[in-house]
């Protein structure tokens, strides 16, 4: 059993930046992949940023160079840092984690927390 809070959404002007945060809570040994995805009206939730436990990273095109992600496993946190951010990026940003649970994985997702790019 796992719980995603976020925290950080909000409203910033274009050129803007915001940081998003996710803590998990429950119990689990520990997270395997830590992510962020996001989904806009009338389109389909993409993956924004990955981390893995080892820390490798992997981003979506569209934000590649903007957006930095990372985790802290000791507080079982994950942050997205979202520099020069654009009216798309305008989106509902949902926390994702997964683990491993008797040798089959599953995963969780938080409730969201909007972000609003626009001036």
């Known amino acids: 059993q796992v719980q995603l809070v976020e925290s950080g959404g909000g409203s910033v002007q274009p050129g803007g930046s915001l940081s998003l945060s996710c803590a998990a809570s429950?119990?689990?040994?520990?997270?395997?992949?830590m992510a962020w995805y996001r989904q806009a009206p009338r389109r389909s939730r993409e993956m924004v940023a990955v981390t893995t436990k080892s820390g490798g990273t992997d981003y979506a095109d569209s934000v590649k160079g903007r957006f930095t992600i990372s985790r802290d496993n000791a507080k079982n946190t994950v942050s997205l840092q979202m520099n020069n951010l654009t009216p798309e990026d305008t989106a509902v940003y949902y926390c994702?984690?997964?683990?491993?649970?008797?040798?089959?994985?599953?995963?969780?997702w938080g409730q969201g927390t909007q972000v609003t790019v626009s001036a």
């Open positions: 429950g119990r689990f040994n520990s997270l395997n992949r």
């Open positions: 994702y984690v997964d683990l491993s649970l008797h040798g089959s994985d599953v995963f969780f």
